[in-house]
């Protein structure tokens, strides 16, 4: 099995040697990882200042964490509800004052007046919330955002210990220290010896007298002396 990385980067650390043993998981090389735990700090810096973000614009909106939003729950918009339906109650009181002629005409005046004006407060403060909950929807995007930014940001960093996929011997090491190499550049090869494959070419006239689970036994010219048994896998 052919190792290498990720990402690009410079070698500061070789764990193997040629012929040594490796465990899955064990670090084969490490590379240069210092702009990546900077990149790290700056996104873990920019998700808290976004999430300083959002809670400024909840509370802006009267919202508590799991809360659902109500415009009036808005302080300002509630002190201008009061203030309006404070000022209805006196409005429906002139209406049956004024018919009784218990109050002049200029004083049914006022309190209309008074009345449309605080349910254009009212109106304005509650237009003025849906405004401010469309910012915390805005700040719960960027937190979201700047969380994925976070996340990448450990993975690369994570990207710079390049590890053994399986258990096994280190046939090849091509990295070596301060080296520079890049996602398509080999840093070392692992092969397993349990099982051991072995890949056969054998005649076609053959092929009819070979079938799968087949036992076989194998010779070496590194090994002339020993045979080696094991199956047919496909």
């Known amino acids: 099995t052919d190792v290498a990385p990720s990402v690009a980067g410079k070698v500061v650390y070789i764990g193997v040697e040629l012929g040594s043993f ?11 990882d210092v702009d990546s735990k900077l990149r790290v700090q700056q996104a873990q810096s920019q ?9 400024q614009a909840e509370e802006k909106v009267g919202l508590r964490a799991g809360q659902a939003f109500d415009p009036n729950r808005v302080p300002e ?29 200029s004083a049914f005046d006022d309190e209309k007046a008074r009345y449309d004006q605080l349910r254009e ?4 403060a509650l237009s003025q919330a849906r405004q401010n909950y469309a ?16 996340n990448l940001a450990r993975r690369s960093l994570s990207y710079a210990n390049v590890f053994s996929p399986i258990d096994g011997y280190v046939s090849e090491r091509v990295a070596d220290l301060g080296e520079y190499v890049a996602p398509s550049n080999k840093v070392a090869t692992i092969v397993r010896i349990n099982p051991l494959r ?6 076609e006239q053959a092929i009819p007298s070979v079938s799968v689970g087949q036992s076989v036994s194998v010779t070496t010219s590194a090994w002339p002396d020993r045979n080696f048994s094991g199956r047919v896998a496909r």
Do not use: H
Not at 80 to 105: C, H, T
Not at 140 to 150: G, H, I, P, T, Y
């Open 22 to 32: 490796v465990k899955r998981g064990q670090t084969i090389v490490r590379l240069d």
């Open 47 to 55: 998700l808290e200042q976004t999430k300083a973000a959002l809670r």
């Open 77 to 105: 918009v509630a002190n201008a509800r009061v203030a309006m339906n404070l000022a209805e109650k006196n409005l429906r009181r002139a209406e049956k004052l004024i018919e009784s002629g218990d109050i002049s005409r």
């Open 121 to 124: 407060m009212y109106e304005v």
């Open 135 to 150: 910012a915390v929807a805005t700040a719960r995007a960027n937190v979201a955002n700047a969380q994925s930014a976070l």
């Open 198 to 203: 072995v890949r056969i070419d054998i005649p």
